[in-house]
């Protein structure tokens, strides 16, 4: 009797106290715990045998006092809970807990992996010294973010140096700063859809990640917020306009400069990219550090390009641009980057700004639209490596200087439409042999256009006398060419339309000289600025009132 009353007093008093039994039949678990009002506190737990715990535990969203029916939400874990108990593995936390106190995992030795529901619990600003890591130790490898948390707070996985594995949901919204700071063992990153601003530092020092995805959705990322990933060898974009439109917040925001590879999918790396029509800003640092890279093309939609886009693409050798925004910038160089070799001007563009590609040392070529109109001031001045220029019919002016300085240019090709040249445009040009000027009549030109007088200059043969009377023009060695004579055999023949049905079938023949095969009306001798099957037309109608007939064929 005497120890019946003792237990029921001791029960008395624990009950008093305002602690509460709840047994978990399902997981064999026996909870302790407190309330405050509908929300409880766990305690403690022991096996259904009394026994330690061991193993994955999953903390219950609710508990309920034995032998009643009322169900509390479990919004906290007491300090020391699980204290020193190294058979612990695994560790669930549910949505509703709001607080862990201090030292609740201390000592779980074998706790690696660890899930998260609550959205309280994360979302939190923590510091360097009191993050998630403080709670449930350094030892763990494995992080599951639940479905339903959505964002991630300051330092929350501050220094998980052994965190292999992070498990992000697509509820995240936002990753705060230094949010896996230190996180050394991280390897592999997945950024769901719907993250839309990663924060400055995120991923600080994260030296051993390799791979990282970062979605459509992203918008932001802060400043060095993947500084210091020196392992990093693969960026992930699948949406590469989305990607242009991402604010780096600087130089080493962006993780392409230390992966300098880009890929659209685990398999797909981007080397010759197409910005898609519509995108009409490419951000500052868009594709730093992008060493893979080896073409672009630019829409007639981009209206900007932010501060060092492509600093550092150093295999960028080709550029195509459609837009005469980015056509009316100076120095493109610097843009681009001094080492591309090529240019292509598209058929959106209707003027190319002063000093566009000055001192574009290594570009050796540009294709010019017909549909440019005027060549700006020093566009093309000190291109050094530029040996063939085609200006195409439509462009009617060249600016003063416009390829000043060009020491490697041989050929230079002057359409009939061109009616202003400025001065010094072909001056210092020192090795130029061979000029066409297609206009019938000679335009006026001052005397400082050019500075070298020993290249042939080839006019229409109708023309001849015309350059040969004409200040400036008359001072070169003029010989007179013959519209349709693609072979500069100085007949229109048979040949020719050979030479000329060839090219147009995509056979690049040998010995056509495209220049000549733009006849558009016959024997009228005109052009329309493209070579196609109306110049075949033409071809054949200049033989035709030529009476050259098929004998005449080599």
Known sequence: MKKLLTLLFLLCTFLQAGAFIYTDSRHNL??????????ATITGCTTTTGNVV???VIIPTKVKI???YNEYTVIEISSGVFSGN???????????V??????????????????????????RNYSSSSSISQIFGDQVTTYTIGEGVTSIGECAFYHCQNMTSVTIPSTVTSIGKDAFSYCWGLTTLTIPEGVTNIGPSAFYACGNLTNVNIPSSVTGIGREAFSGCTGLTKVIAPDIAAWCNISFGDYYTNPLVYAHHLYSDDNTEYTDVVIP???SYIGSYAFVGGVGLTSITIPSSVTSIGQRAFSGCTSLTGVTINSNAVLSLSFLKNIFGSQVEYYVIGDDVTAIGNSAFEYCTAMTSVSISPSVSSIGYS?????????????????TYLGDHAFNGCIGLNTIIIPSSMTTIGSYVFSNCSSLSNIYNFNPQPQYIRSDVFSNYNATLYVLESSVSAYQAADVWKQFNIVGVLKGDVNMDHEVDVADFTLLANYLLGKSP?????????????ASGGSDGEIDVADLTGVANIILHSGTSSTDTP
């Not at 862990?100 to 899930?115: N, Q, R």
């Not at 040998?510 to 016959?522: E, H, I, R, S, T």
């Open 510 to 522: 040998d010995g056509f000289f495209a220049p000549l095969a733009d006849v558009a009306g016959g």
């Open 66 to 68: 034995d032998g009643r």
């Open 54 to 56: 061991s193993g994955n």
């Open 86 to 96: 190294t058979g612990l593995t695994g560790v669930h936390i549910p949505s509703g």
């Open 30 to 39: 026996v909870w302790t715990f407190t309330l405050d009002g509908e929300s």
């Open 98 to 123: 709001t607080r862990i106190g201090l030292g609740a995992f201390e000592g779980c030795t074998a706790l690696t992996v660890v899930s998260i529901n609550s959205n309280a619990f994360i979302s």
């Open 277 to 279: 029509e519509g995108v």
């Open 379 to 395: 566009s093309f001045s000190g291109c050094t490596g530029l040996m063939n220029v085609n200006i195409p019919e439509g462009v």
